[in-house]
């Protein structure tokens, strides 16, 4: 019989993957694995260091023992730890359980949304990116379209940041002036329609008749959403469903990460220009009494 090399089964929980795995591991991951199933809890708050200083270990066995396991690694490992042994609490945090104190609350949710951060990168199509980019620098007009309470925060904080590079810019979140702007667009212009859900009919209407105008449209929303396949550019990031709201903390911090990087981007491409604009506006607002006054850092 062949020699068939076992996977983990990837559905399991990490504690399960550990005691599945256990038998089959070097000795010195076992003695890593036994940390984890010893006091989870502590080992998902712990550093890596930390980790290997217990285990009497090198903190690079930490790391291979959560690639074993089929983790991109410790990272992922500890955020699926800490989703894995969250309950009691399914509509408030999927993490977070009755029983955690304030300081195990602070860090799974904080921990949680930073592991989802740091692993954003992965999910940017960076040739999408580009091209929104070029596009939005080039842009006679750019309309920011919005459904929602955070979608609408979103839309009027990129509608900002692109006034402040010298693009006119505008926030709709109204779906009769979503329809106005859209059949005033021209081929030259782009609209930045904000909706993670993505399906709410009105926009996909202000989408298509934009379309039909020739303009530009970048989606900021999830993977395979109606949205997106009516995007000219769909900007996508898959984010876990929030146990409260349905724009959660980490959908709102990966778009608004997206929206930094647009304008980023878009303020390099255009170049001294830009940059001069930026930093007029910062003059007039410093020079001027209420805002002198309303930053000081005296009383």
């Known amino acids: 019989m062949k020699n068939v090399q076992h996977v983990p089964v990837v559905g399991a929980s990490p504690l399960e993957r550990l005691r599945a795995e256990m038998d089959k591991l070097p000795t010195a991951s076992r003695r890593a694995a036994q940390v984890f199933l010893d006091d989870a809890g502590w080992a ?26 089929g983790f991109s690694g410790l990272t992922d490992f500890k955020l699926q730890l800490a989703q894995s042994l969250a309950g009691g609490t399914p509509y408030l945090h999927r993490a977070v359980n009755s029983a955690d104190s304030v300081g195990e609350m602070v860090h799974k949710i904080l921990f949680g949304a930073a592991a989802f951060m740091t692993n954003l990168e992965k999910q ?3 040739a999408m990116m580009e091209a929104a980019i070029a596009k939005i620098a080039a842009a006679g007009r750019v309309d920011c379209y919005s459904v929602g309470n955070t979608s609408t925060s979103l839309a009027n904080d990129a509608q900002g940041r692109f ?9 709709y979140f109204d779906a009769h002036m979503q329809l106005i702007s859209a059949a005033s667009l021209s081929a ?3 609209v930045l329609a904000i909706s993670h859900v993505g399906r709410m009919p009105t926009l996909l209407e202000a989408v298509a008749v934009a379309r039909e105008q020739g303009a530009t449209v970048i989606g900021l929303t999830l993977p395979d959403t109606p949205l997106a396949r009516h995007c000219t550019i769909p ?3 898959s984010v876990s ?5 349905r724009v959660g903390t980490e959908a709102y911090l990966a778009h608004l990460a997206l929206i930094e990087i647009l304008m980023v981007g878009v303020g390099i491409r255009r170049g001294p220009d830009a940059i001069e604009k930026l930093k007029r506006v910062r003059q007039v ?15």
Request: with cysteine; aromatic share 4%; hydrophobic share 50%.
């Open 44 to 69: 998902m708050r712990a550093s890596v260091d930390e980790l290997a200083l217990r285990a009497q270990v090198s903190a690079p066995t930490i790391v291979r023992l959560c690639r074993t396991l």
């Open 235 to 237: 900007l996508t990031v």
């Open 124 to 126: 940017i199509d960076l």
């Open 163 to 171: 006034f402040r590079l010298g693009l006119i810019s505008n926030s």
């Open 285 to 299: 607002l410093e020079a001027h009494p209420a805002a002198k006054w309303v930053w000081s850092k005296t009383e």
């Open 241 to 245: 469903e929030d146990a409260v709201v």
């Open 188 to 190: 030259h212009d782009v």
